[in-house]
């Protein structure tokens, strides 16, 4: 960060007196201190000034606009004209309130933290800011990979800065998302695939115990549930129904055109009418009424799916329900549908190995 900065001082070093000049005339720092850095012959100290002030003045600006404005102070939000002393990055301001600003170096963006606030305002997080106008977020690219279905790609990007920012419900739901892709992508006797599902569903799990409105963490923690059912007892799948289809209702409620939570649904409906005889029986030993649904109900949640998004998966699970349900052609039609969605990714090279599996 700071070799950045002092080559960037070096560099624009000229540009930068004028920048700061131009910022002295509004008042944003005393004329003595850039004149007593510029004779000490110290270009990184005054680019770091220079930058300092700029902050300052553009964070007035755009702090004036947010609704905690009672927390800052207002001669700050006139012009910038109080601070007391810079220190490298961080202004110190002569009130109760304090206030960091975290710097952009490739376009001067502003974050604001101010105590006392809350929601996005508050504290808004890094990866989201754009260092150029037309350039896109972290966030962006994230979701730009998986819709490239880049998913190794992905979780190196994402997972390491949900890490770094355990709070940040966006970054928390992505890095869920991550891991279940990436799982997914790995072939299945990869023996890192329990541990990808367990790590998520821990991700998501811990973001919704701090926001349980969230559709995104419902929808995730329902998911892995069900995706780490492969590897449990069946005890503890039928245990874990409950909470699977309580996860995913909720998920549904809140986002009722996510094609991926209606095929959720249709895999846990689909997995609870597979349930054999004696599997139902102990289970009402145990837990007194079992979860119950249909291959009907499971096949209309695939339905909706592929009608909300058409999608490979939820093509090949229909027709796996209508092989169930006895209605073969039906279910070729589906195969079929699903090999003539384009593929891309290791899930959906199994999933066409499947439905030709299916069709020969």
């Not at 599997?279 to 145990?286: D, F, G, H, I, T």
């Not at 649904?293 to 695939?302: G, I, Q, V």
């Not at 199994?350 to 030709?356: A, K």
Request: glycine content about 4%; some cysteine; charged content about 25%.
């Amino acid at each position: 960060f700071y070799q950045r900065r002092r080559e960037l001082a070096q560099r624009d070093y000229g540009a930068s007196r004028g920048l700061f000049s131009r910022a002295h005339r509004k008042g944003a720092l005393p004329s003595e201190l850039h004149r007593r850095e510029i004779a000490a012959a110290n270009p990184f100290k005054a680019h770091r000034t220079m930058h300092a002030a700029l902050l300052l003045l553009s964070a007035a600006a755009a702090l004036a606009l947010q609704p905690h404005t009672t927390l800052i102070p207002t001669k700050l939000r006139a012009g910038a004209r109080t601070q007391t002393s810079i220190i490298g990055h961080r202004a110190q301001l002569p009130s109760t309130c304090y206030t960091a600003f975290s710097i952009n170096l490739r376009c001067r963006s502003v974050r604001a933290v101010v105590p006392g606030g809350s929601g996005p305002e508050a504290a808004s997080s890094s990866v989201t800011t754009k260092s150029e106008p037309n350039e896109p977020t972290t966030l962006d690219r994230a979701d730009q990979m998986h819709a490239e279905k880049r998913f190794a790609d992905l979780f190196d990007l994402i997972a390491p800065l949900a890490r770094r920012e355990p709070d940040n419900e966006e970054l928390a739901w992505r890095s869920a998302r991550a891991h279940h892709d990436l799982a997914g992508d790995l072939p299945r006797d990869d023996s890192r695939r329990e541990q990808l599902f367990r790590d998520g569903l821990a991700i998501a799990e811990s973001a919704l115990a701090r926001n349980a409105d969230s559709g995104l963490c419902h929808k995730w923690v329902g998911i892995l549930l069900g995706s780490l059912g492969e590897f449990l007892s069946s005890k503890e799948k039928i245990a874990n129904a409950f909470r699977i289809k309580q996860s995913l209702e909720k998920a549904a409620a809140l986002r009722p055109d996510d094609s991926s939570v209606q095929l959720a649904l249709g895999e846990w409906a689909f997995k609870v009418a597979a349930i054999s005889w004696v599997e139902r029986n102990a289970a009402k030993v145990l837990f007194g009424t079992p979860p119950e649904s249909t291959y009907e109900e499971a096949l209309a949640f695939f339905e909706k799916s592929a009608q909300l998004k058409p999608n490979k998966k939820a093509m090949y699970k229909a027709a796996l329900a209508c092989e169930k349900l006895n209605r073969k052609d039906k279910a070729q039609q589906w195969l079929r549908n699903a090999l003539d969605l384009p593929s891309s990714g290791g899930a959906d090279a199994e999933t066409d190995r499947l439905c030709s599996a299916m069709l020969r």
